[in-house]
């Protein structure tokens, strides 16, 4: 099964969640999969957000010491390889799994992105006035949702990172920028590099250790040399001009810019196997680094060319809080 991403919004006063997409369900970008242990409102010939946000609200209201009684998550995947039928069957395990199959709960389907998703609405308070526990959410809400889609985590970072270190690199950002592209968080504290990932520690490092082994490492010039050469022939051909993508909100509230991309970047991946990773501040592009998948090395883009040259005339992009980001 596809591996899915979970997210939980948990500070919310009231059930702002509620009325947020029963507006999208109106404006046709999303649908009402269900609607579940809401018996009360069987009544109801039609069900309007309000009628909703006061059976939660009555819920919430039985325990008097919660203060965020809203349970939202938005579970998602990449495309659309899921079905609305899957995403409800995988919703509803994951609620049973999280401890709230008994509880009032809705899914919507959502459209409006490139990503299918759900969004799931539900209460902490159960109808005796006790509170679902939240200790732990996010690392529980991920772990659950691997096991429904048959991911073993430790199995997956096993496998991840004996192909991982096969890639030499030199420097901490090359190492930290290939776990990222894998999905992994990976920073130092302490005095150790964390490498991280379902809301776990998988590896701690001795950071100054790995900084030393890294440092030694010998760059192949010869290889160097011979990707600059065979960029310089397919610049002749493919356009190495770069336009930025986008990550959009849901309905287009909102765009950032997340990587940049090039026809001449497509092509070095698809024939060569030569990943481009392109490096932004502000907006503007600061340089950017080559994973050679085939060799199994990170070579710095200063190593192979300048940045002037393999990337043509930059875009100006309106300044945005200083990140180097790696496309995925």
Not at 28 to 55: F, P
Not at 186 to 212: C, P
Not at 273 to 289: H, P
Request: glycine share 6%.
């Amino acid at each position: 099964m596809k591996s899915l991403i979970v997210r939980l919004f948990t500070t919310s006063k009231g059930f702002p969640a509620i009325s947020y997409n029963m507006d999208k369900v109106n404006m046709g970008d999303a649908e009402l999969l269900c609607m579940r242990n809401l018996e009360l409102l069987g009544a109801y010939s039609t069900i309007q957000t309000s009628d909703l946000e006061h059976y939660f609200g009555a819920m919430a209201s039985l325990n008097s010491k919660s203060h965020y009684d809203q349970f939202h998550a938005v579970l998602s995947v990449a495309g659309n390889s899921l079905t609305k039928a899957e995403f409800l069957k995988i919703s509803e395990q994951w609620l049973r799994e999280m401890g709230y199959a008994d509880q009032p709960y809705l899914v919507f389907f959502h459209t409006d992105t490139h990503n299918r998703h759900v969004h799931i609405v539900s209460t902490d308070v159960r109808i005796d006035g006790s509170k679902i526990s939240d200790s732990f959410d996010r690392n529980r809400a991920v772990t659950h949702l691997n096991k429904i889609c048959g991911i073993d985590e430790v199995e997956a970072f096993k496998t991840d990172i004996q192909r991982l270190m096969d890639y030499r690199c030199s420097s901490i950002f090359q190492l930290e920028l290939l776990f990222k592209k894998s999905g992994y968080h990976f920073f130092i504290h302490k005095q150790q590099l964390l490498i991280r990932k379902f809301g776990k520690t998988f590896l701690r490092l001795n950071a100054e250790k790995m900084q030393l082994s890294l440092a030694s490492s010998i760059p192949d010039l010869t290889r160097a040399r011979e990707i600059r050469s065979f960029i310089l022939s397919a610049i002749q051909i493919h356009n190495n001009g770069v336009e930025p993508v986008y990550q959009k909100g849901a309905g287009g509230s909102w765009k950032k810019i997340k990587a940049f991309r090039s026809d001449l970047a497509d092509f070095l991946l698809m024939a060569a196997g030569l990943e481009v990773c392109y490096l932004f501040s502000q907006g503007a592009l600061t340089g950017f680094t080559i994973i050679d998948h085939r060799k199994f090395q990170l070579f710095d883009g200063q190593q192979i060319m300048e940045l002037s040259r393999f990337i043509g005339s930059p875009p100006i992009e309106k300044p945005l809080e200083q990140r180097a980001v790696y496309q995925r």
